[in-house]
């Protein structure tokens, strides 16, 4: 640990803008953040569409009804510039995302549309999740498989 503190700490004071590297540090950890939120919240829909836990109507509605909240979340202010893959330790952010911002702008919509009506479309019985799951799923792995390093 005190290796990595000496390192980081020469490869900050080698930074021309090292006065913005604790703003990038924030903001990876942010979005990461905001990253597993997702999953949290996809992770007990993916058990009762699974059988793997009793399907159990308001916890699947709150669990969707965060995503569709998640998904209202401004995210640009995520992805500073400077936070790229290959640009910091630890992102996995593809640096497609600042060169083609209207796509990316456009696989984030596609989730907020996904979401949309989630937390009552997983009402009424463990079969309604799945196609809700299926389509957040979906706009999860179409953002990642062109955004996010494998
Ligand atoms: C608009 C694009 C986009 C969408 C939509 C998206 N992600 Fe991501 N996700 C990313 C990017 C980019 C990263 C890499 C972030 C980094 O490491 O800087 C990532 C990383 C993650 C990670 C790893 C976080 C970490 O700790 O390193 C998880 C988990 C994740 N996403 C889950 C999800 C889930 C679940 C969904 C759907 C409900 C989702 N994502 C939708 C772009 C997206």
């Known amino acids: 640990m005190k290796f990595l503190t000496i390192a980081a700490i020469a490869v900050t004071a080698a930074l021309p803008l090292a006065a913005h590297a604790e703003q ?5 950890q942010g979005r990461q953040g905001y990253m597993k939120l997702l999953s949290l919240n996809m992770a007990p829909l993916a058990a009762m569409a699974k ?7 308001a916890a ?17 202010p995520l992805f500073i510039e400077g936070t ?8 996995d952010a593809l640096p497609a995302i600042w060169e083609k911002p209207e796509d990316f702008a456009m696989s984030y919509a596609a989730l907020g ?9 997983v009402k009424g019985g463990q079969a309604n999740i799945g196609p809700v799951l299926q389509k ?5 792995k179409d953002c990642h498989d062109s955004f996010r390093k494998k």
């Open 24 to 28: 990038e540090e924030d903001v990876l």
């Open 51 to 57: 059988g793997e836990i009793d399907y159990d109507e």
């Open 60 to 76: 699947a509605s709150k669990a969707a009804a965060n995503i569709e909240a998640l998904t209202k979340y401004d995210i640009p």
């Open 84 to 91: 790229a893959n290959g640009e910091m330790e630890g992102s």
């Open 113 to 121: 549309e996904a979401a949309s009506g989630a937390s009552e479309a």
């Open 136 to 140: 957040l799923g979906g706009a999860c």
